[in-house]
C-alpha cells in the first residue's frame, strides 16, 4: 500500500480494458487537499476507507466522520469477501492481505463513542451565528455578549452560560447599550429561543467540559501507525447544521493551534469532511470566506483536507481551486444540474487524450473512478480511468459489542466520559443576582421598619423626652434635641412647657411691681 513514500489506490486501465499502471499518491503532497465525489452507491465510502486505512500505514493520523456507520469496520479484521478477492485479482494487488487499524470511536453524544465537547468561548460567535441561523443583528448582539463576558470575567463554558448572559443583558439593555451599542431586546428576545431549539436538538452534549485536546487526534500508536478517529455522524445528521459547524470549529481549532511547519515528508493529520455540502448549504459569505482561508492556509500546518460529497457543485469554485488530489466517481446526467456537474468535474481534470472525460464520468462502474494526484513539482497527474483497489478493513458496521470493546481499549478511555461542571457565567452571574436581591430586600426592610415606627409615634400622641427614641437630634452642645417630623408642626416638649411658664410667671410679677411703683409716685 506504501510505495517509495507514495499511497497506492488503484491500477488504471486502457480503453480496451487492459491494465496500465498503478495510481498512486505522494504522500508529501497529501497535506495539498483532496476532494472524493460521486453519486449514492457508487464507491465514495470505500475509496475513503482505502485513503484512511493508507495513510494510517503511512504513519499520519486521520479524523474522518462515519455517515452511515459503515467506516467502523475499519477497526475489525477485514474479511476476504469474493468481490474483494475479485478486485485485488483483477488489478494484480498480490500485496492484499485483511487487517485491523487503530481507530478512537468519537460522538457528540457520547452513544457510540467518547464524549466530544467544545466550550462556548472556543466556539466563537461567528460560528454560534452560524450554528443558530443568526441575522445579521442578532449576531451582532453576540458579539457583544461575547466582549462583555470577556471584560466582565465571565467565563462561557455550556449553553446555560449563554443564556444566563443573554438575560442578564436583556435587563440591563438601557445601561450596556451606552457603553457597547445598541443592545435589542428584539434581538436578545430571538437568540434566547434559538437556544432553546439548540437544546431540544442535542447540542447542550456539545458545550461544556472536558473540551476536546487536538493533540487527541493527532494520536500513533507504539508500531508507528496514526490512530484513525472516527466520529460517529448518523444520529448528528439529524442536525446537518450542528455536523457541518463542528466539523468548521474543528478546522478551525486546527488552523489557531498548530505551528507553522511548511511542507514535510508527510501530513500530520488528515481530515475527511464528509456531506461536505452541507458546510457550504445557505452559508453566508463572511463564512464561505473564512472556509477559503482555512482551507488555504492550513496546509502550511501540515493539515490536509478531504472534501467527500455527491457534486463537486457543492463545493464553491474559490474553495474547489484548492484541491490538488481528485478522485471521481460515477455521476449521472439526466437533469441540466447533472449535466452541468459532469462538465464541472470533467473541466478540473488534466486531460487524457485517450479517452473523454466527461463521457467516461457517466460510464464508470461501482468502484471505479477518475484519478488524477499531485505529482513531481505539485502538477496535477493526468488523469487515468482506474479501479479502486479493496480496503484491508472490514467493509461494513462494527457490532454494539466490537464497538465497546474497542472503546474500552482506546488511549482516551475515561477522559472525557464524565461532564464537568465549573463555575462560570451562570454561577457567576447567579451569585450576583442573589447577592444584589438580599440588598434590596434589606433595604426594604429598612424602609418598612421606619415608616412602621413613625406612624405609632405619631398614633399614640405622646410626647419623645430627651435621649429616648429614634428620631431625636443632635443639639449644637452635643446633647439630643427632640422633633416630631410625623405631626407636621413643632410641638413643645413637657420641660419646655415648664420653663416657658416659669419665665411668664416672674415677667409678671416684675411688671406688677414696676407698675405699683410707677403708680405710687404719681399718687404722692
Not at 55 to 62: K, L, M, T, Y
Not at 63 to 82: N, T, V
Not at 353 to 369: N, Q, V, Y
Request: include cysteine; proline fraction near 5%; hydrophobic fraction near 40%.
Amino acid at each position: 500500500m506504501l510505495k517509495d513514500g507514495e499511497l497506492y489506490i488503484g491500477t488504471s486501465r486502457n480503453p480496451d480494458d487492459s491494465l496500465n499502471k498503478g495510481e498512486y499518491l505522494a504522500l508529501k503532497y497529501g497535506n495539498r487537499h483532496g476532494i472524493v465525489t460521486g453519486a449514492t452507491g457508487t464507491g465514495k465510502t470505500v475509496t475513503l476507507q482505502v485513503l484512511a486505512e493508507s495513510f494510517s500505514e503511512a504513519g499520519v493520523p486521520v479524523f474522518a466522520a462515519d455517515i452511515k456507520g459503515d467506516l467502523s469496520g475499519i477497526a475489525a479484521m477485514g474479511e476476504p469477501k469474493d468481490w474483494i478477492t475479485q478486485r485485488a485479482e483483477q488489478i494484480g494487488f498480490t500485496e492484499y492481505a485483511p487487517a485491523e487499524f487503530p481507530v478512537i470511536f468519537w460522538d457528540l453524544y457520547g452513544e457510540k463513542g467518547h464524549r466530544v465537547r467544545t466550550t462556548v468561548a472556543e466556539m466563537g460567535p461567528l460560528l454560534l451565528s452560524r450554528l443558530m441561523n443568526a441575522s445579521e443583528a442578532q449576531e451582532g448582539a453576540l458579539n457583544i455578549a461575547f466582549k462583555i463576558a470577556d471584560q466582565g470575567g465571565l467565563p462561557l463554558l455550556d449553553l446555560k452560560d449563554l443564556q444566563a448572559l443573554l438575560t442578564y443583558m436583556a435587563e440591563n439593555a438601557s445601561e450596556l447599550s451606552s457603553q457597547f451599542g445598541l443592545i435589542s431586546k428584539a434581538s436578545i428576545g430571538t437568540l434566547q429561543r434559538g437556544l432553546l431549539v439548540l437544546e431540544q436538538q442535542g447540542a447542550q452534549n456539545f458545550f461544556g467540559e472536558p473540551a476536546l485536546k487536538i493533540t487527541d487526534i493527532m494520536r500513533t500508536t507504539n508500531d508507528g501507525r496514526g490512530a484513525i478517529s472516527v466520529l460517529a455522524a448518523d444520529k448528528l445528521m439529524m442536525n446537518p447544521r450542528l455536523y457541518a459547524t463542528f466539523l468548521l470549529w474543528l478546522l478551525s481549532e486546527l488552523f489557531e493551534e498548530l505551528p507553522e511547519v511548511g511542507d514535510l515528508d508527510k501530513p500530520k493529520l488528515v481530515f475527511f469532511f464528509d456531506e461536505a455540502h452541507l458546510l457550504f448549504n445557505d452559508a453566508p459569505k463572511v463564512l464561505t470566506e473564512r472556509v477559503e482561508q482555512v482551507v488555504r492556509l492550513i496546509r502550511s500546518k501540515g493539515v490536509g483536507v478531504y472534501f467527500v460529497t455527491q457534486n463537486p457543485l457543492d463545493v464553491p469554485e474559490t474553495v474547489l481551486a484548492q484541491l490538488g488530489n481528485r478522485v471521481q466517481h460515477a455521476l449521472r446526467a439526466y437533469t441540466p444540474r447533472e449535466q452541468k456537474a459532469v462538465k464541472t468535474a470533467a473541466d478540473t481534470f488534466r486531460p487524457n487524450p485517450a479517452f473523454d472525460c466527461a463521457t467516461a464520468i457517466t460510464m464508470l462502474g461501482i468502484g471505479e473512478a477518475l484519478v488524477s494526484t499531485l505529482e513531481s513539482k505539485g502538477a496535477p497527474s493526468i488523469v487515468e480511468r482506474t479501479l479502486v483497489r479493496p480496503p484491508s478493513g472490514r467493509v461494513g458496521p462494527l457490532t454494539d459489542p466490537e464497538r465497546q470493546k474497542v472503546m474500552s481499549l482506546s488511549p482516551v478511555a475515561g477522559q472525557y466520559d464524565d461532564d464537568l461542571d465549573a463555575e462560570s457565567a451562570y454561577e457567576i452571574l447567579n451569585a450576583r443576582a442573589a447577592k444584589a436581591a438580599e440588598a434590596a430586600a434589606a433595604k426594604q426592610a429598612a424602609e418598612e421598619r421606619a415608616k412602621n415606627g413613625e406612624a405609632e409615634d405619631s398614633a399614640s400622641g405622646r410626647w419623645t423626652l430627651p435621649g429616648f427614641g429614634d428620631d431625636n437630634t443632635a443639639d449644637e452642645d452635643g446633647g439630643r434635641k427632640p422633633t416630631r417630623k410625623s405631626s407636621g408642626y413643632q410641638r413643645e416638649t413637657v420641660i419646655e412647657a415648664a420653663m416657658k411658664s416659669a419665665a411668664r410667671s416672674v415677667a409678671t410679677s416684675v411688671g406688677r411691681a414696676l407698675v405699683r411703683g410707677i403708680l405710687g409716685s404719681l399718687r404722692r
